[in-house]
């Protein structure tokens, strides 16, 4: 009887040794790798809830709010707030899936936590896409869930990168093509208004105008081969191989790496392709 007691105490504390080993390493027997893994999120995002299924397996585990009560130790709740407010984010990719059959880790919520996703911190100074209000979007980025602020920028005369909140909670660009000139972040409208006369003299109101035979033109715009400059007044287009900016500024409308082409060289380009493809 006594060999009996004694064989199976053995054998519990070998059991209470493994289990032990693998609480506190962290590693169990199932090879996350090995099996079909499924985030509805598609990745890592703690503003959207999402669910994790694994092949093979019937249940699911879904994201959720987790209070931290200490060292590696979390409370799960339906909501939270403050500094120890936190979401355990399931997703396949997880570093965790050397060792969990469902793989998740605890990502703060610096806005707090709420049904399973956490409050979207995202803010754009400018409310939204507006192509003609310089504006700012400060949020989070994919991947890192870093913090970082975006400004609205031309990417070249006509291209605005529009700086937003999408509505994964995720800050970003929107290129938006302007209908006329991109200028420091907005687009320019291309109005043709009247100026208004001060002390004698014809001035235009509109940001970034120019006077001329009693109208505003927009900035960029081109007439008798002269543009509307950022000083506000019509100036003459540059002549090939001059400094450049805008395509505008250039007689030949064309302005690469910094520099004014000459519109006889484009048409030479134009008359090789020409040639290439056979075209009369």
Known sequence: MRKGVLVAGIVLVFLLSFVSAIYITGKISTDISSTGCTDSEGGNNPYILGT????????????????????????????????????????????SKEYQLFPSDYIECPKGCQDGACIKICTDSDKGADYYIK????????????????TDHCFNDTVLNEAVCGEDGYTGWSVYTCPNICKEGICILGKINQPEEEGGVLTCKDTYSCPLDNKCYPFGYRKSEKYCSDSGNFIEQLRAGNPCDNNFECDSNVCVNGSCVSGSFIQRIIEWFRKLFGAE
């Open 52 to 95: 994790l299924t694994i092949s093979g397996n019937s249940n699911i585990l879904e994201d959720f709010c987790s209070i931290k009560i200490g060292e590696n130790s979390y409370l799960s709740n339906s909501s939270c707030d403050g500094v120890d407010c936190y979401i355990q984010e399931t997703w396949c990719d997880s570093p």
């Open 135 to 150: 504006g700012e979007a400060t949020g989070p980025v994919p991947i890192t869930n870093e913090i970082v602020t975006l």
